[in-house]
């Protein structure tokens, strides 16, 4: 199985910055795309961004501009740098990798336990 374990949530006050970082460990036999998910209460949860191995990086609109996204293939890391935070952005933070077992031609979809962030305004 594959684990992903998400550090560096907390809470900012609007304007400021933090960065996540996930680091995905375990019987992996190759990762093709790692990212964030965000839900707020009451929400669906919904992309942030997403990296591809091939450098292919996606993001939702709503945070295009004060994201980015970045990645330590060596590493199996995935990293969320988030600036200009609204309080809008509040949410738990998911990290999620598509990633196949050495055991299966199959690729399965991995998610962290989440990390809190908060904006104040």
């Known amino acids: 199985q594959v684990q992903l374990v998400e550090s560096g949530g907390g809470l900012v006050q609007a304007g400021g910055s933090l960065r996540l970082s996930c680091a995905a460990s375990g019987s992996i036999f190759s990762i093709d795309t790692m990212g964030w998910y965000r839900q707020a209460p009451g929400k669906q949860r919904e992309l942030v961004a997403a990296?591809?191995?091939?450098?292919?990086?996606n993001y939702a609109d709503s945070v295009k501009g004060r994201f980015s996204i970045s990645r330590d293939n060596a590493k199996n890391t995935v990293y969320l740098q988030m600036n200009s935070l609204k309080p809008e952005d509040t949410a738990v933070y998911y990290c999620n990798a598509k990633a196949k077992l050495p055991t299966s031609p199959y690729e399965s979809d991995y998610w962290g336990r989440g990390t809190q962030v908060t904006v104040s305004s």
């Open positions: 990296l591809t191995t091939g450098n292919s990086k």
